[in-house]
């Protein structure tokens, strides 16, 4: 039987660790309700902008954009992966750089250049370790990435794709779809090949009021497809952030339980192991109170 | 004779109420807006946007992005909208001087600088105006 005091300091310290988890879990809770916040309001824009879209095209405009044209031979690609800085958020990042490595390795396989960008610490390291070269690094995001930051290296992309430097982009992150369901995803950001879907989406439009455009309809498509890369890539950040928090919220409510049932496990066996102390002690007085009486 | 204005920026929505009027900075010139204007989507330009309402003149300033007039709604997408009580003429100045002094030796870089410069001059104007 295990040392009573021993178990005790055991069972204090744990108990310890449950006050730190259940506070992560509790900022948790509050940072993914901020980036839930900040998702639906990025939501509300792209649907805005879907619905420009939707409007241009319903009016006989011509959709028509270097940014959405897909280039025959690509050269070089550019694959950006969305990871965190932080860990102790489950198989958040483990399960985004498994999803990495096969893409790495079938891009590299079908395009002669590639180059690979990574958000986030973890991602970092992750990378370095199964020997993936990476390029810029951002260590910046946290939970609420700023739209600012993200317009300079969407537009840092966008200068490359426009001189020919990179002929594809793609972005490796944990898309959102519900608080019990966020799936590690391949999405292809340039060429902008996903504005046809958008078109679907806005299709549903009642109004059918006749639109006029100013100064004209291509110089408002000129400037909208640049503007939904933009918006499309700080949804992806933004995704990936309450992915984050999901991941971060759940692991430490597993992490409080867990050591809820060690804490009654260890009060059990400390328990015992205190009622055998005290047996074991009235044993030895009864067995010297019979010795003096002899 | 009121007309609802719904400014929506990708943070957040910066903006959504009634108002009189709104004088809109388009990519070409200021364009007034009043309730019954007819259904339309411009491109906006860098400036000052001013809401008239019972209280009196609002101004932000506006970093690009589209408008859209239907059904006596506005809706102004923007990357920033900043009131215009929150920019300091000095640092704006020193914005300006920043980006005219930027190089331009390659036309990408001259597209950049007429941008951040138009960006800038825009900036200037709405925090001159406002004082």
């Given at each position: 039987m295990a040392n009573a005091r021993a178990l005790d300091k055991r069972r204090k310290s744990i108990r310890n660790i449950r006050k730190i988890t259940r506070t992560m879990e509790l900022i948790a809770t509050a940072r993914y309700?901020?980036?839930?916040?900040?998702?639906?309001?990025?939501?509300?824009?792209?649907?805005?902008?879907?619905?420009?879209?939707?409007?241009?095209?319903?009016?006989?405009?011509?959709?028509?954009?270097?940014?959405?044209?897909?280039?025959?031979?690509?050269?070089?690609?550019?694959?950006?992966?969305?990871?965190?800085?932080?860990?102790?958020?489950?198989?958040?990042n483990?399960?985004?750089?498994?999803?990495?490595?096969?893409?790495?390795?079938?891009?590299?396989?079908?395009?002669?250049?590639?180059?690979?960008?990574?958000?986030?610490?973890?991602?970092?390291?992750?990378?370095?370790?199964?020997?993936?070269?990476?390029?810029?690094?951002?260590?910046?995001?946290?939970?609420?990435?700023?739209?600012?930051?993200?317009?300079?290296?969407?537009?840092?992309?966008?200068?490359?794709?426009?001189?020919?430097?990179?002929?594809?982009?793609?972005?490796?992150?944990?898309?959102?779809?519900?608080?019990?369901?966020?799936?590690?995803v391949v999405e292809t950001l340039l060429p902008l090949g996903s504005l046809t879907e958008t078109d679907g989406g806005g299709g549903g439009d009642d109004s059918t009021s006749e639109f006029e455009f100013l100064p004209s309809a291509e110089?408002?498509?000129?400037?909208?497809?640049?503007?939904?890369?933009?918006?499309?890539?700080?949804?992806?950040?933004?995704?990936?952030?309450?992915s984050e928090q999901v991941a971060r919220m759940i692991a430490m409510k597993g992490a409080t339980e867990s050591a809820g049932d060690m804490i009654k496990q260890l009060s059990m066996t400390y328990n015992r192991a205190r009622q055998s102390q005290i047996t074991g002690e009235i044993m030895e007085i009864i067995g010297g109170v019979e010795a003096l009486a002899k | 004779m009121p007309i609802r204005c719904v400014v929506v920026t990708p943070e957040r929505t910066e903006l959504?109420?009634?108002?009189?009027?709104?004088?809109?900075?388009?990519?070409?010139?200021?364009?007034?807006?009043?309730?019954?204007?007819?259904?339309?989507?411009?491109?906006?330009?860098?400036?000052?946007?001013?809401?008239?309402?019972e209280a009196g003149i609002e101004s932000f300033f506006i970093d690009g992005g589209f408008a859209q007039?239907?059904?006596?709604?506005?809706?102004?997408?923007?990357?920033?909208?900043?009131?215009?009580?929150?920019?300091?003429?000095?640092?704006?100045?020193?914005?300006?001087?920043?980006?005219?002094?930027?190089?331009?030796s390659s036309p990408e870089q001259q597209r950049l600088k007429a941008a951040s410069v138009m960006r800038a001059r825009g900036m200037l104007r709405t925090a001159i105006r406002h004082q």
């Open positions: 309700k901020k980036a839930m916040d900040r998702a639906a309001a990025v939501t509300a824009y792209t649907d805005q902008i879907t619905k420009v879209v939707a409007r241009l095209v319903a009016a006989g405009t011509e959709v028509q954009h270097p940014l959405l044209e897909t280039r025959d031979q690509p050269q070089t690609a550019r694959l950006l992966c969305l990871t965190s800085n932080r860990g102790l958020c489950g198989g958040y483990a399960s985004v750089l498994r999803t990495i490595v096969p893409h790495v390795e079938s891009l590299r396989s079908s395009v002669p250049e590639l180059i690979v960008d990574v958000s986030g610490k973890r991602g970092i390291n992750g990378l370095k370790y199964r020997q993936i070269e990476t390029t810029d690094r951002y260590t910046q995001f946290e939970d609420q990435p700023p739209f600012d930051e993200i317009e300079k290296i969407a537009s840092e992309y966008l200068r490359q794709y426009a001189f020919g430097e990179i002929d594809r982009l793609d972005i490796v992150y944990t898309k959102f779809f519900s608080t019990s369901r966020q799936v590690p110089s408002i498509l000129e400037e909208i497809i640049p503007t939904s890369f933009k918006v499309k890539l700080f949804k992806c950040f933004l995704d990936a952030a309450v | 959504d109420r009634v108002v009189d009027s709104i004088i809109l900075p388009m990519y070409d010139g200021e364009l007034g807006i009043r309730r019954g204007r007819a259904a339309m989507i411009g491109r906006l330009g860098y400036g000052q946007m001013r809401l008239h309402t007039v239907d059904q006596d709604v506005v809706s102004v997408l923007t990357s920033r909208a900043l009131p215009a009580g929150s920019l300091d003429v000095d640092q704006v100045e020193s914005e300006l001087a920043e980006a005219l002094a930027a190089p331009s």
